[in-house]
């Protein structure tokens, strides 16, 4: 079993910063996939960022292209999301997701293990 324990979400105001963390636990690969999602209310949970954790090979949405950063540490096994420039759409819950498969997709259900999400929200 993994598991995943998101952090570092809160209330910030737009143009303002966030670095989120999650901590993956238990069986984990060494290769893989880690990623992160959000959810706003009432809509679907999407794509945001990944990153193949044996080589580091980052991939992002178009939405926060140039204003977020994925990246990891290996030796803590976790993987943080920086957050730049933020906006009020970007408010949302944040999850991070981790697969076995070497293969970046953006489609939530090929994804193996969540954590539990952790809020953002961005005030105008």
């Known amino acids: 079993q993994v598991q995943l324990v998101e952090s570092g979400g809160g209330l910030v105001q737009a143009g303002g910063s966030l670095r989120l963390s999650c901590a993956v636990s238990?069986?984990?690969?060494?290769?893989?996939?880690r990623g992160w999602f959000r959810q706003a209310p009432g809509k679907e949970r999407d794509f945001i960022a990944a990153?193949?954790?044996?080589?580091?090979?980052?991939y992002y949405a178009d939405s926060v292209k140039g204003r977020f950063t994925i990246s990891r540490d290996n030796a803590k096994n976790t993987v943080y999301l920086q957050m730049n420039s933020l906006k009020p759409e970007d408010t949302a819950v944040y999850y991070c997701?981790?697969?076995?498969?070497?293969?970046?997709?953006?489609?939530?259900?090929?994804?193996?293990?969540w954590g539990q999400g952790t809020q953002v929200t961005v005030s105008s």
């Open positions: 997701a981790s697969r076995n498969s070497l293969i970046v997709t953006t489609t939530p259900r090929e994804y193996d293990y």
């Open positions: 238990g069986r984990t690969s060494s290769s893989g996939v």
């Open positions: 990153i193949r954790w044996s080589s580091g090979s980052t």
